[in-house]
């Protein structure tokens, strides 16, 4: 089984409706992450978690909130989605010990808006 | 000017040969770098992390960091053609976390 889970896979859906994105995590890590990434541009940051209470904004947070559920969950929601938050979305964790450990991955959920 | 540039590519090469990815970097903080192997509609999986300057080794991969002159690469030698996808850079300050654009490898057989 994957370390970071991530639902749905694949996701089209129309321009105004709310989508929630999903992530869960058996690495025990209290940091987790969420990246869009699109062609050219790489992989953007949008939230951050440090722990269960800590939610930060990233590069690119307008348009997107942030749920931290439990340690092991972190979930982001499009309010109204529009078509340029169509990209490929990825969650990631770390463990911020010894010589900060680096990012793990999550295999990302295609999303297209209409 | 971005945080880490990478040249995207695309990099085509055959079997065997020995490629060189490189990224550069403008900011003296990031004490942490990483490379990560990412194939077409997967995550990004780390292939090479390393926090001091020098070379690090792993099979037929190798990192090496100059943080004097803010830049790294990543070496593979006798490439296969499993080895062709996209490679990124990554770089951390110890909270922070940057990326470049990644670099599109193609090994022929």
């Known amino acids: 089984d994957a370390d970071v889970t991530q639902t749905p896979r694949n996701r089209i859906t129309k321009t105004g409706k709310r989508i929630m994105l999903e992530c869960s995590q058996t690495k025990g890590h209290d940091r987790m992450y969420w990246y869009r990434q699109d062609p050219g541009l790489g992989l953007r940051l949008i939230y951050y978690s440090f722990d269960v209470k800590d939610i930060n904004k990233g590069e690119i947070s307008d348009g997107y909130s942030v749920s931290r559920q439990a340690q092991a969950k972190f979930s982001l929601s499009l309010e109204s989605a529009i078509p340029n938050q169509t990209a490929l979305y990825f969650c990631?964790?770390?463990?911020?010990?010894?010589?900060?450990?680096?990012?793990?991955f999550g295999d990302g959920t295609r999303l297209s808006i209409l | 000017q971005k945080e880490v540039e990478q040249d995207p590519g695309p990099l085509s090469v055959p079997e065997g040969a020995i490629v060189s990815l490189n990224c550069t970097y403008s900011?003296?903080?990031?004490?942490?770098f990483m490379w990560y192997r990412q194939y077409s509609r997967k995550g990004p999986e780390l292939l090479m992390y390393t926090y001091s300057s020098g070379n690090k080794e792993d099979g037929r991969f190798t990192a090496q960091v100059d943080k004097s002159s803010k830049y790294i690469s990543l070496f593979i030698r006798d490439s296969q053609p499993s080895d062709s996808a996209t490679y990124l850079c990554a770089m951390s300050t110890g909270n922070q976390f940057y990326f470049g654009t990644g670099t599109s490898l193609t090994v022929i057989p």
């Open positions: 900011n003296s903080a990031f004490q942490y």
């Open positions: 990631a964790t770390s463990d911020p010990g010894g010589n900060n450990q680096p990012q793990h």
